[in-house]
């Protein structure tokens, strides 16, 4: 059974190449227009540049993304840049709690930053949105829906910079929002000047990023002259959410789905970023056990939990030999594990 297992996740060659021609087909809708049907959104960020090592300044950042929030103080001189940076987990409770915590939260930070680091001028500052926003400028843009298992609530459909900006001025942190990103949108940025036009990320979450010729973007007329490129945030993460992938998908990424905090939404995410390929491993290992497969067929209450085996359970096991898995198994689930039931796992 464990072969039959392992098989189901395969895919041939011919298979990447059926997935493939179905994403670029999604690209192009993207491009094209919007709309419900439009699942890989190809969202417009207004970034018509990349850096050539000739910006200067000094400036804060903060990053809300799937696992961590940071703040930074970057200083760019002379083409070399120094950074301070501060990390904060975000917790499962924050994920799910209302805009009132989420950006009271951003803000207490930012706050605690600029005081820790006695920094006493007005700096602007950049956010990194680690989520699908439609923008409508580069100092704007509606959350379109929420990923990477948040659900706070009163923010969908508004502006985040706005709730970032109101919540700063409200606590009376001096700081001024000049710019929103995707954190895809920043990682091709940070590497640019390595003569670097895609940028992807495969973290938490899953999504890529590119620089596009304006004349192919048929949903957007940019007002005045317009300029001859702007980078495109996929949102690929979404591919898949109409189907598209339903000959690839197995049993465990269908029951991982149906108990997720978005049913149906972020398939292709779902089925490879580090938010779920832990769960998923749990489920094809659950199906062993009750197979009498694997681990003599005896689970045990702890790893029978949803999300009880996390991605880096994942890693450690991979990367484990016999007498590690056995412990790992041992001390975190309460499972005999043997050299043997150890091989099976790892495969």
Known sequence: ?????IKAFEITTEGMGEVSS???????????????????????????????????????????G?????????????????????????????????????????????????????????????FTFSFPVHQTSLISGTLIRWTKGYNVSGVVGEDVVKLLQDAFQSRGVNVDVV???????????????????????????TNACYMEKVDRVGKVN?????PQEVIINTEWGAFGDDGTLEN??????KELDKHSEHPGQQTF??????????????????KLIKAGQLFGGKSSKQFDERESFETENVSKVEESDSKECGRIF????????????????RR
């Not at 995410?269 to 659950?286: F, H, T, V």
């Not at 041992?330 to 796992?345: L, Q, W, Y």
Request: with cysteine; aromatic share 6%; glycine share 8%.
């Open 1 to 5: 059974m464990a072969d039959a297992v």
């Open 22 to 64: 179905r994403l670029t087909k999604e690209f192009n809708k993207g491009l094209e227009r919007e709309g419900d049907d439009v699942k890989v959104k190809m969202l417009v960020t207004y970034v018509h540049s990349l850096p050539d090592g000739s910006e200067e300044g000094d400036f804060l950042a903060i990053d809300l």
């Open 66 to 126: 799937g696992t961590n929030f940071r703040v930074l103080r970057i200083c760019l001189k002379e083409g070399k840049d120094t950074q301070t940076v501060t990390k904060k987990p975000v917790t499962d409770e924050l994920k799910l709690s209302t805009r009132e915590d989420l950006f009271g939260f951003i803000t207490e930070n930012v706050a605690d930053f600029i005081k820790e680091h006695n920094i006493t001028r007005k700096l602007p500052l950049g």
């Open 179 to 205: 710019a929103l990103v995707n954190d895809t949108t920043g990682t091709l940025l940070s590497v640019s000047r390595n003569d670097c036009h895609i940028g992807v990320i495969l973290g938490t979450g």
């Open 222 to 226: 940019f007002p005045g002259d317009p």
């Open 248 to 253: 690839w998908l197995t049993e465990f990424d």
């Open 269 to 286: 995410e779902k089925c490879i970023s580090g938010n779920y390929l832990g769960e998923i491993s749990r489920l094809a290992l659950q």
């Open 330 to 345: 041992k001390e975190e689930f309460g499972i005999e594990a043997s050299a043997a039931d150890c091989d099976t796992v």
